[in-house]
């Protein structure tokens, strides 16, 4: 069992940043597939961005692209996600999702690990 645990959403203003961390404290997912994902009230859970920690390789949701960053740090078991250019419809709760055999980076049913999930608000 890998516990996922996201931090750093809030309250922002249109255009404003923010960075979530998604962690798996005393374990280690240097090996897995991480993504993020939210969901909206009413609405369905949708892909943002991932990252396959082995080779690096990053995927991005149109919505993301240009705006967000996902990154890894592997000393800290930390995947990091930048959002910069924030809208109102960035707002939802924020998800990190892991697994180590995951085909389709976009695919949530594909992630076996989840956090608790953190909420990000943006302003207009």
């Known amino acids: 069992q890998v516990q996922l645990v996201e931090s750093g959403g809030g309250l922002v203003q249109a255009g404003g940043s923010l960075r979530l961390s998604c962690a798996a404290p005393g374990r280690t997912f240097s090996r897995s597939a991480v993504g993020w994902f939210r969901q909206a009230p009413g609405k369905e859970r949708e892909f943002v961005a991932a990252?396959?920690?082995?080779?690096?390789?990053?995927f991005y949701a149109d919505s993301a692209k240009g705006r967000f960053t996902i990154s890894r740090d592997i000393a800290k078991n930390t995947v990091y996600l930048q959002m910069n250019s924030l809208k109102p419809e960035d707002t939802a709760v924020y998800y990190c999702?892991?697994?180590?055999?995951?085909?389709?980076?976009?695919?949530?049913?594909?992630?076996?690990?989840w956090g608790q999930g953190t909420q990000v608000t943006v302003s207009s």
């Open positions: 999702a892991a697994d180590s055999l995951v085909a389709t980076i976009r695919n949530p049913s594909e992630y076996a690990y």
């Open positions: 990252i396959r920690q082995i080779s690096g390789s990053t």
